[in-house]
């Protein structure tokens, strides 16, 4: 660990990526306590400028816009984390059962990411907001099915490569059952490969939730939400820029810092691996 720690910190790039992540969570963390303004209330003076009474105005309805840029980060980062951990580990199970099982179960999963990948991501997120309503859960669900489909075809790919290792076999001779095989054999050998997938997922839901929310396609009013504050914001775009810079710069901050992050940390991970095999 102490090596691994060393690795990162010789990477400016991934230590810039792991104090913006962090900044972003502990804003988000603490936002409820920091907030000084209650972000659904209308405070009777729309698009107000930035003062001392309001760090960054009001938007359109009068509301303190800083308080909702700070609560829309929790939305935000809850909505990407969930669907980037639902993507890894229920991608990575499913690429390794296919992987195991093969035959009919293999070719079915194969043919489903096939023509899920077919699929627009807008159409098909189009359709199940349509039928199921844009709240919380429904979002997380449709990105976390959109962002699965890569984490199959990598976990299955790793999966062939598991079944012809010594371990597996055994376990296989021993009568194990399929679900204990790939979850107590198979699944502690990828971990490092969904933890990496998990936080890229996550990374591309950030932009997704925000893209959607945007297009009107995400979370609806009154949820704080920075896609939806950039949308809402382009109407007084010449009057008040600073409704669309402000969560703009907070999206691209918290992106860029997942992204640096990840690759420093992959980076580091490989490095501290090839290592241990040499001097092994």
Excluded at 66 to 92: D, E, K, P, Q, T
Aim: hydrophobic share 55%; charged share 15%.
């Amino acid at each position: 660990m102490r090596g691994f720690a060393r690795s990162i910190l010789r990477r400016r790039l991934a230590v810039l990526g792991l104090a913006l992540v962090a900044a972003h969570l502990a804003i988000a963390l603490a936002a409820p306590l920091i907030v000084p303004h209650d972000p659904f209330k209308l405070l009777d003076a729309p698009l107000e400028p930035p003062g001392a009474a309001y760090l960054l105005g009001t938007d359109e309805l009068g509301r303190d816009f800083f308080s909702r840029l700070i609560m829309g980060g929790r939305v935000a980062i809850a909505a990407a984390l969930a669907a980037g951990f639902l993507a890894a580990f229920g991608g990575g199970l499913v690429g390794l059962a296919a992987a195991y099982y093969r035959g009919l179960f293999d070719d079915v999963v194969s043919r489903l990411v096939e023509m899920k990948l077919a699929i627009p991501a807008i159409l098909f997120v189009s359709l199940f907001v349509t039928g199921f309503g844009q709240t919380l859960p429904v979002l997380v669900f449709v990105m976390a099915v959109i962002k699965m489909m890569g984490v199959i075809r990598t976990a299955r790919a790793q999966g062939l490569v598991l079944m012809e290792q010594g371990y597996v076999k055994a376990a296989i001779l021993r009568g194990e059952r399929g679900p204990v095989v790939i979850l107590r054999e198979m699944l502690p050998n990828v971990a490092d490969l969904l933890s990496v997938e998990f936080a890229l997922r996550s990374s591309s839901a950030m932009l997704l939730v925000s893209a959607l929310s945007f297009l009107g396609l995400g979370l609806s009013p009154p949820t704080p939400d920075w896609g939806l504050m950039i949308h809402d914001g382009l109407q007084s775009i010449r009057s008040e820029p600073w409704l669309i810079l402000a969560p703009a710069l907070c999206i691209s901050t918290l992106v860029v810092g997942m992204n640096f992050a990840i690759e420093g940390v992959a980076d580091a991970a490989g490095l501290e691996a090839a290592r241990g095999t040499a001097g092994h």
